[in-house]
T-cell receptor, first 114, second 109 residues
């Protein structure tokens, strides 16, 4: 099992640029989650999908953030335009909806906006 | 009030010590509870689920007290490799997890 795969691992970009983060969930999992982690705020849920459908996007900070899941094996989180306060580690996680065994996280994308 | 409250620590303990963390949660409808472990600059990983009856996994014991709305994690005979941040987690229905900000443990020689 390859686990949850995220890319890129690190991203440094200039303020105002578009950033796209990618995630491939574990095969067979039908729920996918995007989290952001900072020292100040810890892990925050941005959005999650069940069966490729966005269920709860109340954590998306503002319109600059958007997420898509065009199929069961791929999701993107896009920030346009990026700002320095978006600097954080962005984690993708997947699970089988309905089980109580928690999520599997990807290794994260460390985003720095300068 | 935060949904999940944890003492951020750090807890500095000598190798072999027993250490306990508590976590309180505000959502009385919370259904499932977990402890996750996060090593520095790594992703969180599931350590164990937490059941009302209490459950044990080797040196780790987790307990849930629904009446008082807290969960606990006890680590016996702590090892250097136990040094990490421990995250208290719950679901409030569905499979959306809410994370605490974590308690940092440092086990020292």
């Amino acid at each position: 099992d390859a686990g949850v795969i995220q890319s890129p691992r690190h991203e440094v970009t200039e303020m105002g640029q578009e950033v796209t983060l990618r995630c491939k969930p574990i095969s067979g999992h039908n729920s996918l989650f995007w989290y952001r982690q900072t020292m100040m705020r810890g892990l925050e849920l941005l959005i999650y999908f069940n069966n490729n459908v966005p269920i709860d996007d109340s954590g998306m900070p503002e319109d600059r953030f958007s997420a898509k899941m065009p199929n069961a094996s791929f999701s993107t989180l896009k920030i346009q335009p990026s700002e320095p306060r978006d600097s954080a580690v962005y984690f993708c996680a997947s699970s089988w909806a309905g089980d109580n065994y928690g999520y599997t996280f990807g290794s994260g994308t460390r985003l720095t906006v300068v | 009030r935060k949904e999940v409250e944890q003492d951020p620590g750090p807890f500095n303990v000598p190798e072999g010590a027993t250490v306990a963390f508590n976590c309180t949660y505000s959502n009385s409808a919370s259904q499932s509870f977990f402890w996750y472990r996060q090593d520095c600059r790594k992703e969180p990983k599931l350590l164990m689920s937490v059941y009302s009856s209490g459950n044990e996994d080797g040196r780790f014991t987790a307990q849930l007290n629904r009446a008082s709305q807290y969960i606990s994690l006890l680590i016996r005979d702590s090892k250097l490799s136990d040094s990490a941040t421990y995250l208290c987690v719950y679901t409030g229905g569905g499979n959306k997890l809410t994370f605490g900000t974590g308690t940092q443990l440092k086990v020292e020689l």
